[in-house]
């Protein structure tokens, strides 16, 4: 059985930063390419970015590039997403997902290419 367990989320203030965490079981995210998206109340799941399997390539949406960060440790087949300078338009909920496939480029946006999905983490910036 796969999980997935986001956590990390909170309420912070706008230009502050938060790092989540996405711990996975079942499989592994050193074969697997993963994304993150959100969630805001009343619109659509967003991609926020992804990385490819190998961790060399990652890409990102225009809202967060330059201010998010994907990493991993395959050790602990965790992935995170560093974010800095958070305004109150990043308020959301965050899932992590693994691609369908193994050995995915990452080069994936929609939420369809992903099979595993977490609970989410809630993310609050206020003003």
């Known amino acids: 059985q796969v999980q997935l367990v986001e956590s990390g989320g909170g309420l912070v203030q706008a230009g502050g930063s938060l790092r989540l965490s996405c711990a996975a079981s079942?499989?592994?995210?050193?074969?697997?390419?993963m994304a993150w998206f959100r969630q805001a109340p009343g619109k659509e799941r967003e991609f926020v970015g992804s990385m490819s399997w190998s961790g060399d390539s990652t890409y990102y949406g225009d809202s967060v590039k330059g201010r998010f960060t994907i990493s991993k440790d395959n050790a602990k087949n965790t992935v995170y997403l560093e974010m800095n300078s958070l305004k109150p338009e990043d308020t959301a909920v965050y899932y992590c997902a693994l691609d369908r496939y193994k050995y995915g480029s990452g080069r994936n946006y929609s939420p369809d290419r992903y099979a595993n999905w977490g609970q989410g983490t809630q993310v609050t910036v206020s003003s």
């Open positions: 079942g499989r592994t995210f050193s074969t697997t390419a």
